[in-house]
């Protein structure tokens, strides 16, 4: 009985220390907006895969390579970009799945005596979702995105390079967007 009560407590010391052993986790975000349009001109906008800069506020240009990769160049400092690879869209049911495929390198730090890059975003693995539906008169739209942080490796982690900073910069891109979007759409 000893050794069980014994295998129990060190058990117990030892499950917390396994939970922060790894590195990041997947995360999600998930942004609606009601506009007063219909879902059809919603969709024109959304729906041009070439045409980002028309309606988010942060990005400068959208340049199409092919028929499936963009490179968006943003309104920042030093003008960095981010490729992005065209999934999957369907008119029909106003859908886009995109992943991005690579990201500017803005600056470097060490970190734990290594370099540490910081992209573009704090994200990597980064999928998303964008999707017009007809609601009380007018579109909902959704944009869902799933990713890890960019600094793979385990805690500590540099600033800017948290779960957390990862799920907030993903949040700002959204909601930034998707109130731009409704603003022009409803002029």
Do not use: C
């Not at 917390?16 to 969709?43: C, D, Y």
């Not at 400092?77 to 995109?98: C, F, R, S, V, W």
């Not at 609601?135 to 995105?145: L, N």
């Amino acid at each position: 009985m000893k050794k069980l009560l014994q295998f129990f407590a060190l058990a117990m010391m030892v499950v917390p220390m396994l939970a922060t052993a790894h590195g990041p986790t997947r995360q999600q975000v998930k942004e609606t907006v009601f506009i007063n349009a219909s879902p059809e001109k919603v969709w024109e906008m959304v729906g041009d895969f070439s045409g980002l800069h028309n309606w988010h506020p942060a990005v400068a240009s959208t340049e199409l390579k092919g028929d499936n990769m963009r490179v968006l160049t943003l309104k920042a400092e030093g003008n960095p970009t981010i490729t992005e690879e065209l999934d999957k869209l369907n008119d029909e049911k106003m859908m886009m799945i995109y992943k991005i495929e690579e990201m500017s390198v803005v600056k470097t730090i060490e970190f734990n005596s290594q370099e540490t890059p910081y992209y573009t975003l704090p994200v990597t693995n980064y999928k998303s979702w964008l999707s017009v539906k007809a609601k009380d008169g007018g579109s909902e739209v959704m944009w869902k995105g799933k990713f890890y942080r960019s600094f793979m490796a385990n805690p500590p982690v540099p600033e800017g390079q948290s779960d957390q900073d990862a799920v907030d910069a993903i949040t700002g891109v959204y909601t930034s967007g998707l109130n731009n979007l409704k603003a022009i759409l409803e002029k």
